[in-house]
C-alpha cells in the first residue's frame, strides 16, 4: 500500500515550528548546506560529520538528513530503527517529509513495530500540511480501513488533493474511482480526465487502464 515514491530524498528548505530555534537554524544553515553539497557528491560520511552536530542541537532538518542516512546506510551503518528515532524528532517538529517517512516505516514495520494506527497519524499529520505522497497514502488507508474506519468518500478526497498536485498514483487511483463509482459519482467522462492526466506522465498503470476503457462500451444512461 506504501505510495508511489515512498521514501523521500528531498533535502529542500523546510519551515520551522519551533520560533526558539529559527535563530539557531540561520547560524548554522551554512553547516547544513556544506552537508547537502558533500552527500549530493557522493561523500556520505562527510555529510553525516557536518549534519550530526545539528541534528544533535535539535535542527529539524538535519535529524532528517541523518535519518535519510541510516535508513539507506550512507556513511553510516544502515539502520531503520535509528532513522525512525532521527524522523520522530523531526516529525514532532513539524517536518513535512519526516512524518511521512515515519508513517512509511509504521506501515511496513520497518524500524518499528508495525501500525496502521500510527501510520495513519503520522500520514494525516503530512497531508494536512499539503504533502501529495502523504495525501494518497492516506486514501490508500481510508480505502482499506487500516488505522481508520473504512470510507470511500474520504479516500476520493484525498486522492483528489494528491492528484490536483500533479500525483499520478493519484491521478490513476482517482481516475479508477470514477470509472467504478466508488467514492464518487460514477462518471466515464472524468475517469478519463484523470487517468489521461497520470498517463501523460508516463504511469504505466494509467495507459492500461485507458486501453481496457476504449475498449469497454459507454453506457448510455436512460
Known sequence: MIGIGSLLISLGATTLCAAETAQANRHD???FKKGEAAYLAG??????KLWRPLADKGEPQAQYAMGLLAKRGLGVMRDPVE???WWRKAANQGHTTAQFNLGVLYESGEGVRKSYDEAFKWYRLA???????AQFNLGLLYAAGHGTRRDLNEA??????AAEQGDAAAQYTLGLAYAAGM????DRAEALVWL??????????????LAKLAAKPAVKKP
Do not use: I
Not at 183 to 186: A, H, I, K
Open 127 to 133: 497531508a494536512e500540511r499539503g504533502d501529495p505522497d
Open 43 to 48: 561523500d556520505y560520511q562527510q555529510a553525516a
Open 196 to 209: 489521461k492526466k497520470s498517463a501523460a506522465q508516463d504511469f504505466q498503470p494509467a495507459k492500461d487502464a
Open 83 to 85: 532513522a525512525a528515532e
Open 156 to 161: 476520493a478526497g484525498w486522492y483528489r488533493k
Open 29 to 31: 544553515s551554512g553547516e
Open 183 to 186: 467514492g464518487v459519482p460514477e
